[in-house]
C-alpha cells in the first residue's frame, strides 16, 4: 500500500488549498479513505471521512462547512478541497486507508499565515 499527498503550501488567512492523496497496492474503490492532520506539539486528529462510493462524507466539526472530500475512484485519488482557511489550520495533512492496518502517506504541510 503506497498513499502520497500533495498540493500543501503557504497560504494567507482565507485563502484556499486543494489536497490530493494517491493511493496504489489495493482496490482503492473498495475502501473508505480519511484525512488527518497533526499540528506542532499536538496529537493527530481526525479531519474527514468518504466512503468508499463518495456517497457518504463526514467532517470533524473545526472543518464542517470550509472542507470538502471527494475522490476519484477512476484515478484512485482522494481530495481535501480546502476554503476559508485559518491559521489554526496550520498542521501535516495525512491521508489514510485501513486495509487489514492503518497506513499513513507521507504527509504534505499546510501553513496558514500572513
Known amino acids: 500500500v503506497r498513499l502520497v499527498e500533495s498540493g500543501g503550501g503557504l497560504v494567507q488567512p482565507g485563502g484556499s488549498l486543494r489536497l490530493s492523496c494517491s493511493a496504489s497496492?489495493?482496490?482503492?474503490?473498495?475502501?473508505?479513505m480519511r484525512w488527518y492532520r497533526q499540528a506542532p506539539g499536538k496529537e493527530r486528529e481526525w479531519v474527514a471521512r468518504?466512503?468508499?462510493?463518495?456517497?457518504?462524507?463526514n467532517y470533524a466539526d473545526s472543518v464542517k462547512g470550509r472542507f470538502a472530500i471527494s475522490r476519484d475512484n477512476a484515478k484512485n485519488t482522494v481530495y481535501l478541497q480546502m476554503n476559508s482557511l485559518k491559521p489554526e489550520d496550520t498542521a501535516v495533512y495525512y491521508c489514510?486507508?485501513?486495509?487489514?492496518?492503518?497506513?499513513w502517506g507521507q504527509g504534505t504541510q499546510v501553513t496558514v499565515s500572513s
Open positions: 489514510h486507508v485501513h486495509y487489514w492496518e492503518d497506513y
Open positions: 497496492g489495493f482496490t482503492f474503490s473498495d475502501y473508505a
Open positions: 468518504i466512503s468508499n462510493s463518495g456517497s457518504i462524507r
